[in-house]
């Protein structure tokens, strides 16, 4: 059970930039939650869907593996990462699209509500396949325990 180095090698960095670890004066900090995320990447799940949300200190890691969902925080007052994992029980979906900007909006039983903001290209003609960025493809694997087929 361990997350694959080619998921690895796009998680960490996009998790770094929410975090807004971002100049040299954050080199260190940079440095010791890349090292955090490659030790827990080697006992966690493979995910099905990832995706970060909010920036900063609101910054979150969300990484659903099957039916349970794994959420990385890093704690700021003493800089370490938080990780909790629960199972998935969706009980609400809202979606709202304005042009390629897509917004789920999830109620859970067990949980606070989750916001997912995600990015949808207009296909270049009919016949391309939808594509869809990592925040689409968390809140549609979530939509989904609802029936929602996407």
């Known amino acids: 059970m361990s997350i694959d180095r080619e998921i690895r090698q796009r998680v960490v960095p996009v998790y770094l930039d929410a975090l ?4 040299a004066s954050h080199a260190a900090a940079r ?3 890349a090292n955090e995320l490659e030790h827990y990447a080697d006992v966690l799940p493979e995910p099905d869907a990832w995706c970060t949300t909010g920036v900063g200190h609101e910054a979150a ?3 659903l593996a099957g039916d349970t969902l794994f959420t990385v925080t890093r704690e700021f007052e003493v800089p370490e990462l938080v990780v909790e994992c629960e ?3 969706v009980t609400r979906a809202t ?3 304005i042009e390629q900007e897509t917004t789920w909006c999830f109620q859970f039983r067990d949980r606070e509500p989750l916001e ?3 990015f949808t290209p207009n296909p270049n003609s009919p016949d391309d396949p939808e594509q869809f960025d990592e925040a689409e493809r968390l809140a549609r694997a979530l939509a ?6 996407t």
């Open 95 to 97: 979606y709202r699209r």
């Open 61 to 63: 890691l969300l990484l």
């Open 116 to 118: 997912v903001r995600g």
């Open 20 to 23: 807004q670890l971002v100049d």
């Open 31 to 33: 440095r010791d939650v």
């Open 87 to 89: 199972l998935v029980r």
């Open 144 to 149: 989904s325990r609802l029936g929602w087929t």
